[in-house]
C-alpha cells in the first residue's frame, strides 16, 4: 500500500522551531519528487518547499525562504522540513506530497498525498 504519513506538528510559539517528518511506505521516496505544502482556514493550498529526486533542484515558497530547510533521509525513506523562526501567519495544515515524474512544485502535480499535520503558532 502506498502511502504517507506526516509527524511533527504541533504548538508552538513565535519564534520556534518545528521539525516536520514524511515517512513513506509502498514505495521508495527517493526516486520522487517531495513536496510540502501548507493549507490554512479558508486560504487556498499553497507550496511550502520541494526537493527533486536528485536533490538537484530545491524549491522554497517566499514565505520559507532562509528559515525552512528540506532534506532526505534515504535509508528512512523520510523527508524532513525543518522550520525554524516560525511565525503566527505559518500555522496551517502542513502536507507531504510524491510526484513521479519531476514536474513542478504545484499541488496538482503530486499524486500521492499524506493526511496532513496542523502546526499552530501561536504564544
Known amino acids: 500500500q502506498v502511502q504517507l504519513v506526516e509527524s511533527g506538528g504541533g504548538l508552538v510559539q513565535p519564534g520556534g522551531s518545528l521539525r516536520l517528518s514524511c515517512a513513506a511506505s509502498g514505495f521508495t521516496l527517493d526516486y520522487y519528487t517531495v513536496g510540502w505544502f501548507r493549507q490554512a482556514p479558508g486560504k487556498e493550498r499553497e507550496a511550502v518547499s520541494c526537493i527533486s529526486s536528485s536533490e538537484g533542484s530545491i524549491y522554497y515558497a517566499d514565505s520559507g525562504e532562509g528559515r525552512f530547510t528540506i532534506s532526505r533521509d534515504s535509508a528512512k525513506n523520510t523527508v524532513y522540513l525543518q522550520m525554524n523562526t516560525l511565525k503566527p501567519e505559518d500555522t496551517a495544515d502542513y502536507y507531504c506530497?510524491?510526484?513521479?515524474?519531476?514536474?513542478?512544485?504545484?499541488?496538482?502535480?503530486?499524486?500521492?498525498w499524506g493526511q496532513g499535520t496542523l502546526v499552530t503558532v501561536s504564544s
Open positions: 506530497a510524491a510526484d513521479r515524474l519531476g514536474g513542478p512544485c504545484i499541488a496538482r502535480y503530486f499524486e500521492v
